[in-house]
């Protein structure tokens, strides 16, 4: 199977934004066991900006841009070091691509280079990791330039590959049918086997400080999957090996059905 996963900055560092390594190294170590299982694995990470400032010392994710591109470009080779040194650990070599919406914009002959560096990396065993290039695209350039956030950026590249399932790794268990801050008889929705107006009604606000999206946005992305007949679930990261349940059918999180046609 070909799996698309995108971890979350909430996932990957403490509120600090130093890097929450327990954590890293339980993923890294999940991921490689279901690549030797037979599995495809290509890795969307967040966690740039956070582990940039904070290995910047700075006191907080800086507001910005020039700020947030400087402490991505810091980030983005701690981060890379960390994936390097948790999967040759376990025998997986790791390939970076940044990239950018035109990248892999429909119609372009850079989404056909994408596909071609893909495709090869995969044959050659290698498990991409990729992360929009925080350094150059920003929100302000315009939105044919920038996505904006890795969680449609994971699922405009799950359509892409024609990925068979896109796993979003958060700091929430899943879509509920109202606000669990809130609410605390709110129910976690299992199955959505339609993203309807009522579903897309349930998204609330952003999640984390650390992080860039939140509901919406993660609902976005299951209507571009799901679209594109991959199915995607929304689980919660801080349990790195909640991905064997999901890959196995079993029940976690909020899976995402094709919907028929």
């Known amino acids: 199977m070909r799996i698309v996963v995108k971890v979350g900055t909430s996932t990957l560092a403490y509120p600090t934004g130093r890097l929450n390594i327990q954590r890293m190294e339980r993923l890294c170590k999940t991921l490689s066991d ?10 969307v990470s967040s966690g740039a900006i956070a582990m940039g400032f904070g290995k910047l010392n700075l006191s907080e994710r800086p507001k910005d841009m020039p700020g947030k591109q400087a402490s991505a470009a810091v980030g983005q080779c701690e981060l890379m070091y960390v994936y390097d ?3 040759t650990e376990y025998n997986h070599i790791v390939g970076q691509l940044l990239i950018t919406a035109p990248d892999i914009a429909d119609g ?7 596909h071609n560096t893909m495709d090869r ?3 050659l065993g290698a498990l991409p990791v990729i992360n929009e290039n925080d350094t150059v695209a920003t929100d302000e350039v315009g939105v044919e330039n920038t996505i904006g956030e ?8 799950a359509a892409a590959i024609g990925a068979d399932l896109l796993i979003l790794l958060s700091d929430i268990d899943g879509l509920y049918d109202s606000d669990p801050h809130r609410n605390p008889d709110a129910r976690l929705i299992e199955t959505v086997p339609v993203i309807d107006a009522h579903i897309l009604s ?11 999206g939140g509901m ?7 209507q571009i999957a799901t679209a594109a007949g991959c199915e995607m679930v929304i689980a919660n990261g801080e349990k790195p090996e909640v991905l064997y ?9 909020t899976r995402f059905l094709i919907p028929h046609s």
């Open 245 to 253: 349940d999901i890959v196995a059918g079993r029940r976690a999180g």
């Open 121 to 123: 990396l995969l044959e």
């Open 85 to 87: 040194k948790l999967f």
């Open 34 to 43: 279901l690549k030797n299982a037979g599995h495809e694995i290509i890795l």
């Open 150 to 157: 890795n969680d449609s950026l994971s699922a405009i590249v």
């Open 216 to 222: 919406v946005t993660k609902l976005h992305a299951a």
């Open 202 to 212: 349930l998204a609330g606000d952003k999640g984390s400080a650390l992080a860039t």
């Open 108 to 114: 372009g002959s850079r989404k056909a280079n994408f």
